[in-house]
């Protein structure tokens, strides 16, 4: 619900909604674990939310915001326990879950689940088996990034109205499946550990650089992705990938500040001021990669997620964009090519064998991409773009822009490329 619904004085709504982007996924996460219902937990979990933007710039702040949207929602699932008859033993649960309905109006700061597994289960949960690929990435985003159904939509290029029928029909599978809120172990969580390490990616890369909209970024995203990585990296220490994603969640996750200029334009890699990347993510992620790497030498398998993290570890510790080792980087993109094959890999291996060895070589790589394979994404055209003016070859390096600026749908992007494509217009 937008900020400007209620007369707001006092600026709440813009704290409740804060709060909100902040704490939703832990929210409707304990909410789902209490009441055994997904559907119902988000139900209960905007029901808070509502009540939040209507109390909040009347009777002021709480003193702690998410313990107020936890206890409300609990008190609304209560209430709906209530007028169920045939239910009564899930009130019970509910009320003991939260120490009693006298505990939780006395003192609001002891009635948040500080369960911080919450999230991680919410996730697993929204990628059971019994849900098809499409419908565990628009659930996890959903439930977990807190994406609406319309962002979600056009991430998947479809209708608003097509994304909510397919989230509605995933939470009754999961219903019908009598899906637990639990962390999967053994045989189980490995087959699952795949598909959960896609959707956390899935969604860094959504707050990396949005599908859609007016901004380049959203951070919060990217960072509850990395946290979420990070909780991963905690359950299965000794998987290789898992580090691997975390340390490359981590490496990419540093550079956000330096992302924006101070106008909010974006810009690019190589004319990012790296005294702005964040040091401690930095540090964090090598020592995922390091921790990996010892047990790829003990002859635990590696993949795509170990392989992106090495090539942004190489980024990572060039002082200066000119430091860079793009023959090492195109190296690895060629083992990655190797061991998980796809159209985006083969473009960004253009653009590093564009660095390493000539504009030319990174075009002869690029021409072997079957441009349909990418639909209408404006990645194919930007980096084509990129290696024509590299190969100064000016011409066609703007008509290229301008072909990528047309496909993207992010503000943000379409200016940079609109920019360049002018750039390579007027230069001689």
Known sequence: MPAGTYDDPTGAQEIVIATWRAESARL???????????????????????????????????????????TTAKRRGVD?????????????????????????????????????????????????PSLTPESRAALTLRLVGGLTTAEIARGFLTSETTMGQRISRAKKTLTSARAELELPTGAERTARLDDVMAVVYLIFNEGYAATAGDDWMRPDLAAEATRLARMLADLAPDEPEVLGLQALLELQGSRT???????????????????????????????ALRAASRLAADGAPVGRYFLQASIAAEHATASLAKDTDWARIAALYDVLARAAPSPVVEVN????????????????????????????????????????????????????????????????????LLRRAEENRTAR
């Open 80 to 128: 709906h326990f209530r007028r169920a008859d045939t239910l009564r033993r899930k009130v019970a649960e509910l009320e003991h879950a939260g120490g009693g309905e006298e505990a939780r109006v006395t003192d609001l700061d002891d009635q948040v689940d500080h369960i911080e597994d919450d999230v991680l289960r919410l996730v697993f949960l929204s990628c059971h």
């Open 349 to 416: 291996r253009a653009v590093a064998h564009g660095r390493a060895h000539g504009a030319p070589a990174g075009l002869a790589v690029l021409d072997a991409v079957d441009p349909a394979a990418l639909g209408d994404s404006p990645l194919v055209p930007s980096v084509r773009g990129d290696l024509l003016e590299r190969a100064g070859r000016h011409s066609e390096a703007a008509d290229a822009f301008a072909d990528a600026a047309s496909r993207t749908r992010n503000e943000g992007e379409r200016t940079v």
């Open 28 to 70: 409707v996460g304990a909410l789902a674990r209490m009441t055994r219902d997904v559907d119902l937990a988000e139900d209960l979990a905007q029901d808070a939310l509502v009540a939040a933007l209507e109390q909040w710039p009347v009777s002021g702040i709480p003193d702690n915001p998410s313990a107020w949207l936890m």
């Open 257 to 287: 500040a330096a992302r924006l200029s101070a106008d909010g334009t974006p810009v690019l890699l190589e004319a990012q001021d790296r005294s702005r990347w964040d040091e401690l993510m930095i540090r964090r992620g090598l020592a």
